[in-house]
């Protein structure tokens, strides 16, 4: 059974910071590309950042500069830095696992962030 468990979300004030992680379990960790998506109120969801199993990211253009996304192989966790947070990254995040035609979602962890 796969699972996807995301952590680290709360109520933070526009400037703060926050550490998503996501723990995964039942896949294979290390072959798999790891992302984190969002969705606001009202908004589809959409692409935060993503990490491949060689290491390369992309970001959305929203927060490049800003977030950090990282993974630890041996720990099956995949991480969100979330740096000078503001109003509009108010959002449930979401946690995707993702291989060839394989993919996987978390339940979601809520950021709000107070301006």
């Known amino acids: 059974q796969v699972q996807l468990v995301e952590s680290g979300g709360g109520l933070v004030q526009a400037g703060g910071s926050l550490r998503l992680s996501c723990a995964a379990s039942g896949i294979i960790f290390s072959i798999n590309t790891m992302g984190w998506y969002r969705q606001a109120p009202g908004k589809e969801r959409e692409l935060v950042a993503a990490i491949a199993s060689d290491g390369n990211t992309n970001y959305a253009d929203s927060v490049k500069g800003r977030f950090t996304i990282s993974r630890d192989n041996a720990k099956n966790t995949v991480y969100l830095q979330m740096n000078s947070l503001k109003a509009e990254d108010t959002a449930v995040y979401y946690c995707?696992?993702?291989?060839?035609?394989?993919?996987?979602w978390g339940q979601g962890t809520q950021v709000t962030v107070s301006s």
């Open positions: 995707n696992a993702r291989w060839r035609y394989f993919v996987y």
